[in-house]
């Protein structure tokens, strides 16, 4: 039996499987880097905020 562009049933069957795991590896990767951006940007803030606290203090302390 013949099929379109000569690829068989199974074969677009297999083809069909890969593209959904390949999209749904990409959705689990999109959401972890997005997860990972605004990690990341919070402990930068959070860096930023206790540097800017301790300059405060040691300028109140007077050292």
Do not use: E, H
Request: with cysteine; proline share 0%.
């Amino acid at each position: 039996m013949y099929s379109l562009l000569a690829v068989t049933t199974d074969q677009i069957i297999q083809i069909a499987v890969v593209i959904l795991i390949l999209v749904i590896a990409w959705a689990v990767l999109k959401t972890v880097l997005r997860l990972t951006l605004k990690i990341f940007s919070l402990g930068c803030g959070a860096i930023l905020v206790l540097g800017m606290i301790l300059v405060v203090l040691r300028m109140f302390n007077g050292s």
